[in-house]
DNA sequence: TCGTTAGTTCAAAACTACTGAACTATTGAA
DNA sequence: TTCAATAGTTCAGTAGTTTTGAACTAACGA
């Protein structure tokens, strides 16, 4: 398999972050990732609402996030572990990550 | 010609926030006019970058930011006068959109 | 080895965005 | 008034993106 990549911060930009989160799907498993502050595998996420995602949807998301730097994948036996990468936000983007994560939980429908 | 809709502010989404600035032009739209505060017409913005954008391109942008509920639209004369609405976001999106505006600026390269 | 589970890749269908051309609306000049 | 100019909108075609099922790879346990 295809090693995954991950955008060091520094190439991490406002305009993907927004985008990445503008979708509901993927603002929920970061929203939930972020709060939880502990790993999930993607199929943890094949539901949203009373819909049933394609597990090719869902890996494209998964995909969408890592590339915005929003997340950071492991390969850990046949799944893949996600986390957030808020820890890594210190300064640069991290108000306004906080400012999404914060709006996304007061509006409750995501 | 038609009547321009503008939500009210209790039908403004984190999401439709999200996803209207989540493109470079728009956001340099919403950036510029929430800045100044003053009004511009669409006209204003028909050059993004070296790039002259099509008249019905700038048309569905500004259209955009109008139904996520981020400007104000007025026809005046041959033209629409457009401004943030910023002063509306008091509490809600307040900090939400305050915190892309922010981003956007120190990132520069709108 | 085989079957199961988890994710990725691919190609087709469904959807969305961009554009030029034709349109509407307002203004100001002849 | 009529005419031309200016500012936006609508429409329909094309280009680009997203979603999906099917076929695939990779790891694990029996």
Known sequence: MQPLYHPPMSE?????????????????????????????????????????????????HFRV?????????????VSLQNRSRCDEFRGKHGALVAAIINSYISQKEI
């Open 65 to 77: 996030l890592r590339e915005a730097g929003l997340i950071r994948s492991e390969r850990v036996g």
């Open 12 to 60: 991490v930009t406002v305009e993907g972050i927004l985008y990445a989160l503008s979708d509901p799907v993927r603002a929920r498993i970061f929203v939930e990732l972020a709060n939880t502050d502990c790993t999930r595998a993607c199929n943890a996420f094949a539901r949203y609402g009373k819909k049933k995602l394609a597990k090719s949807t869902l890996s494209q």
